[in-house]
């Protein structure tokens, strides 16, 4: 692999990065003027768009390239079964839409940065669930943990020993997160990646928009009002951002996978302060401080 193209994919990641942790700025904004469950059923619908038109034009660039190549061989029909992504992709979309609830319901009471910081646990709470299902876990792992631990307790706990609702529902969304990238890591080797992520997505809309309807007063104002975080939590956040993460991870080391995948978090407290005017405390710093590096430091083992 040539140092330029690790470059570029390095590059890719950190793009994606950005992307998603702006989109927390987007995902809070959006809230002032609509329901958690009816943005999430929007923006999941919109990247499934974006990722069936991906889809679409990498087939036909296939297709393309295949009929300008000779061939000594029969041209046969493509035996491939895409059951198998419908299948594991409802589950899987089950799966999403309760860690994108409670991450969106979360945010609601929340800031922004606090927000991506807590939901970068996932990146250690996927080695440690892991281990429940055979995988080693190394001291970084436990140190990591521990580092991000006190971080969380700095961020979110306050003097009375109490965390806020909105730090909680976060909490409880990354918990949901690590188990959709646990089971997308055991699903990906055997389906297709991006049928797979159309699938929940849509999954994942259609149970945003029945929850909206049931438990939510929207109205067409505010969709209309929502419109610019609706379009950058939907077109880029889940469309570009990660067709950006598929195309990046094929040549890209997976320890700078994770490193720069987990600077979300880091993204998301600049736009929390740059766009939102989100205050951060001496505390809150501190507490991003050990989270980051816990977050850092549970990666370390991918480099042995």
């Known amino acids: 692999m040539s140092q330029r193209s690790t470059i570029r994919s390095d590059l890719l990641l950190l ?3 950005v992307i998603w942790g702006f989109a927390f700025v987007a995902q809070r904004m959006g809230m002032e003027h609509i ?13 499934a768009g974006v990722l069936l038109v991906v889809v679409k034009l990498r087939d036909s660039w296939r297709q393309s390239s295949t009929d300008h190549r000779p ?15 419908t299948i594991y992709g409802l589950l899987l979309g089950l799966i999403l839409f309760a860690g994108a609830t409670f991450q969106q319901a979360g945010i609601v009471y929340t800031t922004a940065g606090n927000a991506g910081f807590i939901t970068g646990l996932y990146v250690i709470l996927v080695p440690f669930f892991g281990m429940f ?4 876990a190394g001291v970084n792992l436990w140190g990591g943990a521990i580092l991000a631990t006190f971080g969380l307790y700095f961020l979110s706990v306050t003097e009375n020993f109490s965390i ?5 529902l976060v909490l409880i969304g990354a918990i949901f997160w690590a188990v959709h990238v646990l089971y997308t890591g055991w699903l990906s080797p055997r389906t297709s990646v991006l049928r797979l992520a159309i699938t929940q997505y849509v999954v994942c809309a259609v149970m945003s928009m029945m929850a909206a309807f049931l438990f ?3 109205t067409l104002q505010g969709i209309y009002k929502a419109s610019i975080p609706l379009l950058y939590g939907g077109l880029l956040s889940v469309g570009v951002a990660f067709t950006l993460q598929i195309i990046g991870q094929k040549k890209a080391p997976p320890a700078h996978t994770a490193i720069i995948l987990s600077l979300e978090a880091v ?3 600049i736009g929390g302060v740059m766009i939102l005017s989100e205050t951060m405390t001496d505390r809150k710093w501190i507490g991003c401080s050990m989270m980051l590096a816990g977050m850092l430091l549970a990666q370390v083992k991918s480099r042995q």
Do not use: Y
């Not at 329901?35 to 990247?47: E, V």
């Not at 000594?72 to 992504?85: A, G, L, Q």
């Not at 299902?133 to 080693?136: D, P, V």
């Not at 806020?164 to 909680?168: M, N, V």
């Open 267 to 269: 993204f998301a407290v």
């Open 164 to 168: 806020s609702k909105g730090d909680l």
């Open 216 to 218: 939510e007063s929207n």
């Open 133 to 136: 299902i055979g995988q080693k």
């Open 71 to 85: 061939s000594t061989t029969d041209h046969r029909p493509s035996t491939i079964d895409h059951r198998p992504s």
């Open 35 to 47: 329901g958690p469950f009816l943005f999430n059923a929007i923006r999941f619908a919109m990247g």
């Open 15 to 17: 793009f994606a990065a």
